[in-house]
């Protein structure tokens, strides 16, 4: 059974801190790693996606991904509490007709 | 702007009903999904299509059925309604390799 495993939080930072939110996975030929954000009462929203190992920034995120320990982490630096929402780690085998395989999620709570 | 589209928000159900959910997506996309997200239980795959006419089971496909006679159209199928079936219904499409998904807003489905 390929598995995403997430803490489920909470997740508790101040505002202007950095979040870490970490995910890892079973299934060694992953290729593609993703994370989406969730805002309660709406649907997923996809925000970072990344391929090889190392760093990826966009904006205030970087996704970080270390294949050899199975290892995805994002980071969220100078948090808002606009960015209070669950995180969706997801893992795809890289295949056509496969479909991705998505963790529990992790609820941050950005407190101002 | 792209755009999944499911055909209700809220829907409320009588046990032994037959309910169909419609998804309709605008993006030309190949594979499109149907989750169910339950609190605690994440986003769980319920059946996925890769092509028209095609169907593959997810995690959870007992008491579902789906259909895919049109490209952009993806329905999922309750054949007889249970209380265990009431959930948020999330309706997603991709690309070729069914990575990058786009959710419809959801449907709240709750059977009585």
């Known amino acids: 059974q390929k598995e995403v495993e997430q803490n489920s939080g909470p997740l508790s930072v101040p505002e202007g801190a950095i979040a870490s939110l970490n995910c890892t996975y079973s299934d060694r030929v992953s290729q593609s790693f993703f994370w989406y954000r969730q805002y309660s009462g709406k649907s997923p929203e996809l925000i970072m996606s990344?391929?090889?190992?190392g760093d990826k920034e966009d904006g205030r995120f970087t996704a970080q991904l270390n294949k050899a320990s199975q290892y995805v982490s994002l980071l969220i630096r100078d948090s808002q509490p606009s960015d209070s929402a669950t995180y969706l780690c997801?893992?795809?085998?890289?295949?056509?007709?496969?479909?991705?395989?998505f963790g529990k999620g992790t609820t941050l709570s950005v407190s101002s | 702007d792209v755009k999944v589209t499911q055909s209700s928000r809220y829907l409320v159900k009588r046990t032994g009903e037959k309910v169909f959910l419609e998804c309709v997506q605008d993006?030309?996309?190949?594979?499109m999904f149907w989750y169910r997200q339950d609190p605690g239980l994440g986003l769980r795959l319920i059946y996925f299509s890769y092509d028209v006419k095609m169907k593959e089971k997810g995690d959870i496909p007992e008491g579902y059925s789906v259909s895919r006679e049109k490209k952009e159209r993806f329905s999922l199928i309750l054949e007889s309604a249970s209380t265990n079936q009431t959930s948020m219904y999330l309706c997603?499409?991709?690309?070729?390799?069914?990575?990058?998904?786009?959710f419809g807003s959801g449907t709240q489905l709750s059977v009585l």
């Open positions: 997801a893992v795809s085998s890289g295949q056509a007709g496969t479909a991705l395989i």
């Open positions: 997603a499409s991709a690309g070729p390799l069914g990575e990058k998904l786009f």
């Open positions: 993006m030309d996309h190949e594979n």
């Open positions: 990344i391929y090889s190992n």
